[in-house]
């Protein structure tokens, strides 16, 4: 037994999946994920250097190493946010199929 479709129907299908693809693709785009990663990390390495004894500082040669590198970890991490808040992804064009996907017939 088949079943028919209208076109808007068909239409309405179609204009709510590519709702949803657009929405997977920001929400899976890499600058979200590193920029959060880095975020995150560089937190926890900046408190670890504001936090450092004397003796963790005499280690480095006089360098709070951990603070340094968390200062930096947060500055990358802010780039890819503000580079996927000023860049934002783009859905594929409908009806296009991404590069790599080889169907085998």
Do not use: C
């Amino acid at each position: 037994m088949s079943e028919f479709h209208s076109e808007k129907d068909v239409q309405r299908e179609v204009t709510e999946l590519q709702g949803k693809s657009a929405t997977a693709a920001r929400l899976f785009d890499i600058r979200r994920i590193i920029g959060g990663l880095f975020v995150v990390y560089g937190v926890i390495v900046t408190i670890a250097g504001l936090t450092a004894s004397d003796a963790d500082i005499d280690k480095a040669e006089g360098v709070n190493i951990n603070l340094w590198t968390g200062l930096g970890m947060l500055a990358l991490g802010l780039f890819f946010l503000v580079w996927l808040k000023l860049r934002p992804v783009a859905p594929p064009p409908p009806g296009v199929e991404p590069e790599g996907d080889e169907r085998v017939e």
